[in-house]
């Protein structure tokens, strides 16, 4: 097998196991903040363990960068206590779905961190989000759980968005998993006071669970999924990554038989739509960015 077959073999199974993560919200009987808090110490103690056998250092370069490494964590661990709980309430195709606004939420986003202007296809893009977003909700009423679960998961996806961006202007020197290894640790021991259910009291279900979502859900597909890179393009990456939702929705029908409506299929498909075609916008843009000559200019 050629390296770019291998690595398309790694990102597939990557996007594969972060769409697996949606299940968590509900195999585990966990509050989301305590999923979160368990889930990210597994993986923390997993990504040391990758790091040591792949010969890389786990101390930053610069002092600086590990106060970056906490505000990167911190908001991190408050998108994935909101990813969580936007699927405990909505379910997990709309919460999915609900999430999958972050790449175009980034783009109106990114204009606070470089130059970049707003163009008319991403105010198109953001419309046709919000019509996909309408045909989620069942009513407007924050007393219903999947109305309040759209809004938590569009709340996650914000916070993911922003989580990017403050890591490609501060933190892009770092690996994936290298990057994560702080990230999670951030995030764990920041939330670990808030622990409703302490360790001595998980059921051995649980800790199953817990395990599997921390090692083979989170820190395994951030290792595939930074290897993949080294010979696929950026769009490639991206666009591959729209399949998330999909991979979460057949998981969920197969595995715990939740059956999305039509509404939802059709509200997600304009949203994960959108989100493709910014994703795609944007990382033509930096691969033609990459190949211009170093002295061209716009």
Known sequence: MRPEQTSLLYLH???LLFGGTALFSKLINLSALDITVYRTAVAFVV???LLKLMGKPLRLARRKDYLIAIMLGIVVGLHWVTYFAGMQMA???????AFFTYPVITVFLEPLFTKQRIKNKDIISAAVVLFGIYLLIPEANLGNQVTLGIITGISSGALFALRNLLQKRFFVTYSGPHTMFYQTLTASV??????QVPPTQLTNQDVYYILLAGAVFTAIPHALFASSLKHLSATTAGLISCLQPLYGTLLAFMLLAEKPTIM???GGLLVISAACFETWSITRKKTNASI??????R
Do not use: E, H, K, N
């Open 47 to 49: 990504l040391a363990l």
């Open 13 to 15: 199974i990557a996007v």
């Open 292 to 297: 211009r000559p170093s002295g061209s200019q």
């Open 264 to 266: 939802t299929l059709v």
């Open 190 to 195: 920041m939330l670990a006071a808030f622990v």
């Open 91 to 97: 379910g997990i195709a709309t919460g999915i779905i």
